[in-house]
């Protein structure tokens, strides 16, 4: 189906969001930090991104921003997967140019339906 690349700094959470989305015909690329994000993408040239807010060094928040401001990324959909499930988290979430959110804890179907939506 398509491929999506997962950034998070947990390793359980990756494992679990990559075996939602391998369950589900997808094949997927996973990275624990942002670190040279862009140059990984530029490589790996996925169609939707699943990605943390919560992390060390540049958060979810500013990746999503950087990647929606370059040329080479902004029509790669962004999910963030994040704890921060507060109304504004959501809206902030959007200004910086989500397209999708999903709060942990979180079930399968909710992953997937929010990549789908994405995809879309």
């Known amino acids: 189906m398509?491929?999506?690349v997962v950034v998070?700094?947990?390793y359980a959470e990756l494992q679990m969001i990559e075996g939602y989305l391998k369950a589900a015909s997808h094949t997927v690329?996973?990275?624990?930090?942002?670190?040279?994000?862009?140059?990984?993408l530029a490589?790996?040239?996925?169609?939707?991104?699943?990605?943390?807010?919560?992390m060390p060094g540049r958060n979810?928040?500013?990746a999503c921003r950087d990647l929606k401001a370059d040329e080479r990324f902004k029509n790669i959909p962004v999910?963030?997967?994040t704890s921060k499930g507060q109304e504004s988290d959501k809206f902030w979430g959007q200004q910086q140019g989500a397209n999708?959110?999903?709060v942990k804890p979180f079930k399968a179907?909710?992953?997937?339906?929010?990549?789908?939506?994405?995809?879309?």
Do not use: W
């Open 2 to 4: 398509s491929k999506i």
């Open 60 to 62: 979810g928040f500013q």
């Open 100 to 102: 999708g959110y999903v």
């Open 29 to 40: 690329v996973s990275f624990p930090n942002t670190d040279k994000l862009e140059d990984k």
């Open 79 to 81: 999910v963030l997967c």
């Open 109 to 120: 179907e909710d992953l997937l339906a929010a990549v789908k939506r994405a995809l879309n």
């Open 8 to 10: 998070d700094d947990s």
């Open 43 to 54: 490589s790996e040239k996925p169609d939707l991104i699943v990605m943390d807010v919560v």
